[in-house]
């Protein structure tokens, strides 16, 4: 008769069960989905509509703003926020977003003023399709 139990961990539940085979024992595992408690279905539901919102924002932020307003800084900041709480700091939309660049990647002296608010404009854009993109793969049950 083959031993089994289960270990409850942060990222879920997993199940083992030992047999022997030949005088030798196997174990196997067997992991189940984790466990999300209903206060973080909550808010992340709330971080989906706080980053719908924070895409929203964006074409105010292209009339009235640039790389270093106030208001641009406050509304990357709240972004990076979001999605570190949605998809966690390493993960590939985080970094993705980190990657947007806001301004000219070189300047020289003959380098004409308009660069600044095409980069503005381009970065924002990359941000929109982003957060879109995100939007667009949310659970179909939240939107």
Do not use: N
């Not at 706080?50 to 932020?61: M, Q, V």
């Not at 208001?71 to 993705?96: H, M, N, T, Y």
């Not at 600044?116 to 793969?137: I, N, V």
Request: proline share 6%; aromatic share 12%.
């Amino acid at each position: 008769m083959p031993r089994t139990g289960q270990v409850t961990t942060g990222s879920g539940s997993r199940s083992w069960r030992v047999y022997r085979k030949l005088g030798m024992p196997i174990v196997l595992f067997f992991t189940t989905a984790p466990v999300v408690p209903q206060e973080h279905l909550v808010t992340t539901r709330g971080s989906y509509e706080e980053l719908e919102k924070r895409c929203l924002e964006i074409p105010g932020l292209l009339r009235h703003g640039d790389a270093y307003s106030a208001s641009f800084l406050a509304w990357r900041k709240d972004v990076e926020s979001l999605l570190r709480a949605l998809f966690g700091a390493d993960s590939e939309p985080s970094e993705r977003f980190r990657a947007i660049y806001y301004t000219p990647l070189f300047l020289s002296c003959r380098t004409d003023l308009d660069v600044f608010p095409e980069a503005f404009r381009d970065g924002l854009g990359e941000a929109r399709r982003l957060l879109q993109e995100l939007l667009d793969r949310r659970p179909s049950h939240w939107t």
